[in-house]
């Protein structure tokens, strides 16, 4: 089955602008999602099949990065056909698509915690007591996108990011030289002088759009004829050699973190010069681990599927084509999770079941909600 066959659409963010889908980023995104539910389950042993144990980067990198390359296949390939007006209206609907998700997400989660602990037990764990102590003001915060319960963070940057996304477009098409630039520049103010969104009651948002940003903006740039600019570099053995060597440093370092007697083999002047390794801020480590990490992956992957599809690479898809809703979905299961580890039983076998019983959940429901795409029909507004 080649890559690019028709699929029913659902996010939208994962299409060209003729209508047609790239396999492969979905069964990243799908995959990134099942790592990202896993992660998030506290004190999880199966985390350790995810990326975040062997690394300075983790999926959250590949989430974003995917998120801006769909969105230039999408809106910057439609708008030849479709105009500016119509692809602006569609990079905003999606925004506030992604919006009113996490306003759901976070009244289904506060709703979750108090039905579980009456709103004293798991509000510290989640974040969300200042919906039970101060309503209000957290409502107003959360409407203006100033705060979130935990492992929701990343959706108000998504938001903040596709609302900008117009006008990233535009001086893609302008210059994307220009634009990379520009967004290299933002992302070293964060680095050099800690700019960031001030988020409630205080700190700052965690995914500091400032940063995250260039990721976005990579990817765009990446999907708007930055893959045939770098195909010398993405085909150069030495290029590959040293990505393969980084991502040995780093995996060396990330197991320092869990086995203290690897610590004292890494010489102090390494320590100075990688420490912090701030997430927050998209530290350059991390940054330079993804670009490893995404180079050794395109030269292992092949171009296009061909052939059947494996009953696993398509679940993967499924809940790919559904990212936001999966997303949403896996971190109420989180919670579940953690609910059951707390008060039944905190053992692997546990742990397990919570992991594949989670998984298989999203699977069932991004099943059904591509068949659902499917057999809707956009009908007369009643309403």
Not at 72 to 93: D, E, H, N, S
Not at 202 to 208: D, P
Not at 256 to 279: D, M, N, T
Not at 336 to 349: H, K, N, P
Request: aromatic share 14%.
């Amino acid at each position: 089955m080649a890559g690019g066959r028709k699929l029913a659409k659902t996010d939208g963010a994962g299409e060209t602008g003729d209508g047609r889908r790239d396999l492969r980023l979905d069964a990243c995104r799908g995959l990134a999602l099942w790592f990202i539910f896993v992660d998030h389950v506290p004190d999880n042993s199966l985390a350790w099949l995810t990326l975040r144990n062997y690394g300075f980067s983790d999926t959250s990198e590949v989430f974003v990065f995917i998120s801006g390359y769909t969105c230039m296949l999408a809106y910057g390939g439609a708008l030849p056909k479709q105009g500016w007006a119509t692809t602006i209206v569609r990079a905003l609907r999606r925004a506030w698509e992604i919006y009113a998700a996490f306003l759901v997400l976070l009244l289904a989660y506060a709703a979750l915690v108090w039905f579980v602990g009456g709103g004293t037990r798991f509000v510290d764990e989640t974040n969300t007591g200042f919906f039970f102590r101060e309503p209000g003001p957290t409502l107003l915060h959360v409407a203006l996108l100033q705060f979130a319960p935990v492992n929701t963070d990343i959706l108000l940057t998504f938001a903040i990011l596709h609302i900008c996304f117009p006008l990233i477009l535009w001086m893609m098409m302008t210059s994307a030289t220009l634009t990379l630039v520009l967004s290299v520049l933002l992302y070293m103010m964060v680095q050099l002088f800690s700019w960031q969104v001030p988020a409630w009651p205080s700190g700052e948002l965690y995914f500091n759009p400032f940063a995250w940003q260039l990721l976005f903006v990579i990817g765009a740039w990446y999907a708007h004829g930055g893959a045939a600019r770098l195909r010398p570099v993405l085909s150069s053995r030495t290029i590959l050699i040293v990505a393969l060597g980084y991502l040995a440093f780093s995996l060396f370092v990330a197991l320092s973190w869990e086995f203290k007697s690897l610590e004292g083999l890494i010489p102090s002047a390494v320590i100075g010069l990688i420490y912090p390794i701030y997430k927050s801020h998209l530290a350059p480590v991390r940054l330079l681990h993804f670009f490893a990490l995404a180079l050794v992956v395109s030269r292992l992957a092949p171009p296009q599927w061909r052939g059947p599809i494996r009953p696993l690479t398509t679940a993967m898809i499924r809940c790919g084509e559904n990212s936001l809703s999966m997303y949403c979905l896996g971190v109420l299961l989180a919670f579940i999770g953690q609910v059951l580890l707390t008060d039944v039983f905190a053992g692997f076998a546990m742990q397990l079941a919570i992991s594949v019983a989670g998984i298989a959940i999203m699977i069932g429901a991004a099943t059904l909600l591509t068949w659902e795409s499917q057999l809707d029909r956009r009908g007369p507004r009643l309403f």
